[in-house]
Nanobody, 112 residues
Framework: EVQLVESGGGLVQPGGSLRLSCAASGFSLSSSTMNWVRQPPGKGDEWVGTILGRSGIISYADSVKGRFTITRVYADNTLYLQMNNLKPEDTAVYFC?????RGPGTQVSISS
């Protein structure tokens, strides 16, 4: 069974950093295209970034480019989202997504 569980969210001040994790089971990250999306309060999904399955090519939304980094660790079958220089507009619930499957999400709040 495919399962995705995000963790690592929290409350940080503007300019701070967080690293989100997505623990995957039931499939291998090495051959799966994975997405990070976020849902700001009262809004719909906003694409954050994608890592392609076999090639590992990564793309980012313009709003996070240069600040966020997607990585994956095969040994742990875990996807990461390193977020630096966080801004209030980054406040959202963050999800890792494989196809139509997503985890429960993790809340990220940026406030002084």
């Amino acid at each position: 069974e495919v399962q995705l569980v995000e963790s690592g969210g929290g409350l940080v001040q503007p300019g701070g950093s967080l690293r989100l994790s997505c623990a995957a089971s039931g499939f291998s990250l090495s051959s799966s295209t994975m997405n990070w999306v976020r849902q700001p309060p009262g809004k719909g999904d906003e694409w954050v970034g994608t890592i392609l399955g076999r090639s590992g090519i990564i793309s980012y939304a313009d709003s996070v480019k240069g600040r966020f980094t997607i990585t994956r660790v095969y040994a742990d079958n875990t996807l990461y989202l390193q977020m630096n220089n966080l801004k209030p507009e980054d406040t959202a619930v963050y999800f890792c997504v494989r196809g139509v499957r997503r985890g429960p999400g993790t809340q990220v709040s940026i406030s002084s």
